[in-house]
């Protein structure tokens, strides 16, 4: 099930759906004065700053992304970016939650026609692990499982959020000639309520489930964008320490945009990426808490140069990198890929030129036609049948 574009009429909605949601989690005081703090960049510096850089502006002086994005794509991004470095995480974190990531879900879906999902998915709630499982035939064995973790800097976003995205993955998947894929996505607690390395534990009891629906860990691809790509790149390499560790390996990783060193020098603001490098800071020194170092290969995965070590805790079909060109997070990106390739891993990636931080899931909501919006997705899917027939 893939839907079409988002439209301005599914951006109102999404207002719509947000309003009572930060009235209940975070107050009419807090929530008013965010929106007042909000006005002079609405109201001046986004039209100002977009007239100028759009229409007096020569194309090869402005931004890698501006050159490339549509009017729509450029609005949300410099509205994104200021969001990320002025808004409070806690403000942030009611965006992305299941109160407004659902019903805007749903609302798309009926905007499209569809009163129910033609793609099985139901929320998995353990003890001590919680997530959404989703399947193209929930009467039938999987022959591949997707497990997944979410991004948002340890701080915000949920896997509601993502839901139409990994709804459509698992439709391409089904469209490449898989015959039920399936795909576990992990909701894992956010800071400040838990820091490192509770996280990397959740994300281990929740790939130890993907691992008893899939039976055979070849036929399991774990994934992740960002922050959600730190915590995969955290759990193999802590899998890779332990006896047996072979037993468990998946078959193949899929990163987008990794955050692989939690605090480094080399993440640093670009003209075209949202990410804020000060934010970055701040969120990951909350997931690691005063008990950890970001030092630490568990903590930022970037920091491990032991070649054995990643040699040990790879999937055994290898990595597939896609990040942007034009991202923060590009650098130390870039190192990682370097360094596992010393390793003797086999590691494919996709630079997109111009683009920004996890471009295959920005791409899905923001681009024109479905050729643009699902390229990164279709990247992704022909990267997997190569690797896990």
Excluded at 356 to 367: N, R, S, Y
Aim: hydrophobic share 40%.
């Amino acid at each position: 099930m893939i839907l079409g574009q988002i439209s301005y009429l599914d951006c109102i909605a999404f207002l719509v759906f947000l309003a009572p949601q930060l009235l209940i989690h975070v107050g009419i005081f807090e929530t008013a004065a965010c929106g007042l703090q909000a006005l002079p960049f609405l109201l001046l510096q986004l039209p100002f700053q977009f007239i100028k850089e759009r229409c007096f502006t020569r194309r090869e002086a402005r931004s890698p992304f501006c050159q490339r994005a549509s009017p729509f794509q450029d609005i949300v991004i410099r509205c994104v970016r200021y969001a990320f470095a002025e808004i409070p995480a806690s403000i942030g974190k009611v965006f992305f939650s299941k109160g407004v990531a659902l019903p805007f879900f749903k609302f798309r879906m009926l905007r499209h026609g569809y009163l129910r999902s033609s793609i099985f998915w139901c929320e998995v709630n353990k003890p001590d692990f919680q997530g959404l499982w989703v399947i193209s035939d929930e009467t039938q064995k999987p022959d591949i499982v997707i497990y997944y973790c979410h991004g948002g800097g340890f701080s915000m976003a949920s896997s509601y959020f993502y839901l139409e995205f990994l709804m459509a993955w698992v439709s391409i998947l089904k469209e490449s000639g898989y015959k039920n894929p399936a795909l576990f996505a992990l909701e894992y607690t956010l800071v400040p309520e838990a820091t490192y390395p509770t996280q990397v534990q959740e994300a281990a009891r929740g790939y130890d489930y993907a691992l008893s629906i899939a039976e055979e860990p070849s036929r399991v691809c774990v994934g992740g964008d960002s922050a959600g790509a730190t915590l995969i790149l955290s759990l193999l390499l802590s899998l890779g320490q332990k006896p047996g560790y072979r037993e468990k390996l998946p078959g193949f990783g899929i990163m987008i945009s990794p955050w692989s060193a939690i605090i480094s020098p080399k993440n640093r603001d670009t003209p075209s990426d949202y990410l804020n490098a000060n934010s970055l800071h701040q969120y990951g020194n909350q997931y690691v808490g005063s008990q950890a170092s970001h030092d630490d290969p568990l903590v930022s995965p970037g920091r491990c140069k032991d070649l054995n070590w990643w040699r040990k805790a790879s999937p055994t079909h290898g990595w597939y990198f896609l990040y942007g060109s034009e991202e923060v997070f590009g650098p130390e990106t870039r190192d990682l890929i370097s360094t596992l390739k010393k390793s003797g891993t086999e590691v494919g990636s996709h630079e997109e030129q111009g683009w920004i931080h996890a471009w295959p899931v920005v791409k899905l909501f923001l681009c024109d036609g479905q050729e643009a919006r699902q390229s990164g997705l279709r990247s992704i899917v022909l990267a997997i049948r190569e690797r896990i027939n």
